[in-house]
């Protein structure tokens, strides 16, 4: 059984930085993933990132912004956000799969979600 678990979210000024923490426990596989998903929206891509670390992606959106990393010691990934803006409100939640499947938002394995507000 996979579990995933958030912390860090919070409310933020345009401009200003956060750093998203997922826990993992229990099985996990080799890629570890970020999504958001915004009222009345779908769940979206974030960012990607692989076993070892050396291989990432980002959405559009984001790309130079954010930055995914990973300390397999504690079965921990991180998302470092800087730069943010009202439109990157959301819930933000951690997904563990294949790094294919994951940037095609295919997994069944999610955390809760935390909410990230970033106010104008």
């Known amino acids: 059984q996979v579990q995933l678990v958030e912390s860090g979210g919070g409310l933020v000024q345009a401009g200003g930085s956060l750093r998203l923490s997922c826990a993992a426990s229990?099985?996990?596989?080799?890629?570890m993933g970020w999504f958001r998903q915004a009222p009345g929206k779908e769940r979206e891509f974030v960012a990607v990132?692989?076993?070892?670390?050396?291989?990432?992606d980002y959405a559009d959106s984001v790309k130079g912004r954010f930055t995914i990393s990973r300390d397999n010691a504690r079965n921990t990934v991180y998302l470092q956000m800087s730069s943010l803006k009202p439109e990157d409100t959301a819930v933000y939640y951690c997904?563990?799969?294949?790094?294919?499947?994951?940037?095609?938002?295919?997994?069944?394995?999610w955390g809760q979600g935390t909410q990230v507000t970033v106010s104008s």
């Open positions: 990132i692989s076993w070892s670390g050396g291989t990432t």
């Open positions: 997904a563990t799969g294949s790094y294919g499947s994951l940037v095609r938002k295919i997994t069944n394995y």
């Open positions: 229990g099985r996990t596989f080799s890629a």
